[in-house]
């Protein structure tokens, strides 16, 4: 079970808006720890998509983005495409576990 | 261009020891945490272990904690993961990735291919 709890799948069809969830806790995300993004393509390393709730790295395209409120934070996809098909992970830091933590994983599908 | 380049992956029997290396290119690699990240067949990713830039900080996960060890060589760019008392729930493909600050943030901007450890009699 992991700390940071995110839904294990959604789909979208090319062109809609799909957003995946992230809910941690009081240990994590609502005491202020940033959340990360990584986009994990099949068969390859993952890849870095947001870093500190919102912000891209170059070259990462601005349909992707990232949020956060309270206890949990949302990385949205607008303008879905079929390459945009991978795992999603999110990931902060856990004061109780003092350590890192990943999100479960969400698998996007493009329908 | 920044490679890193895993290697020392393979079998070994429940109780035994590896070491993995991380060789590292294209940046300087004394500025920069690196961090170990594993990956179960078929499951989600895993936060080992980290160190800082120096070497003089390190950060483990609990399911490892006491069994693990990383550590760095700045001289020859290079990351390590020395790993004893293997267990069959240690396998899993081991990343090493690059942080994007000298302290660990543990936000990884470059990963490497990934290395396989199996734990099996």
């Known amino acids: 079970q992991s700390v940071l709890t995110q839904p294990p799948s959604v789909s979208g069809a090319p062109g809609q808006r799909v957003t995946i969830s992230c809910t941690g806790s009081?240990?994590?995300?609502?005491?202020?720890?940033?959340v990360h993004w990584y986009q994990q393509l099949p068969g390859t390393a993952p890849k870095l998509l947001i870093y500190?709730?919102?912000n891209r790295p170059s070259g990462v395209p601005d349909r992707f983005s990232g949020s956060k409120s309270g206890t949990s934070a949302s990385l949205a996809i607008s303008g879905l495409q079929a390459e945009d098909e991978a795992d999603y992970y999110c990931?902060?830091?856990?004061?109780?576990?003092?350590?890192?933590?990943f999100g479960g994983g969400t698998k996007l599908t493009v329908l | 261009e920044v490679q890193l380049v895993e290697s020392g992956g393979g079998l070994v029997q429940p109780g035994g020891s590896l070491r993995l290396s991380c060789a590292a290119s294209?940046?300087?690699?004394?500025?920069?945490?690196m961090i170990w990240v594993r990956q179960a067949p078929g499951k989600g990713l895993e936060w080992v272990s980290a160190?800082?830039?120096?070497?003089?900080?390190?950060y483990y996960a609990d399911s490892v904690k006491g069994r693990f060890t990383i550590s760095r060589d700045n001289s020859n760019n290079t990351l390590y993961l020395q790993m004893n008392s293997l267990r069959a729930d240690d396998t899993a493909v081991y990343y090493c990735?690059?942080?994007?600050?000298?302290?660990?943030?543990?936000?990884?901007?470059?990963w490497g291919q990934g290395t396989l450890v199996t734990v099996s009699s």
């Open positions: 990735a690059k942080d994007k600050e000298v302290v660990v943030t543990a936000i990884t901007d470059y």
């Open positions: 294209g940046f300087t690699f004394s500025s920069y945490a």
């Open positions: 160190i800082s830039g120096s070497g003089g900080s390190t």
């Open positions: 009081s240990s994590n995300i609502g005491a202020g720890y940033d």
């Open positions: 500190g709730n919102t």
């Open positions: 990931q902060s830091y856990d004061s109780s576990l003092s350590g890192w933590v």
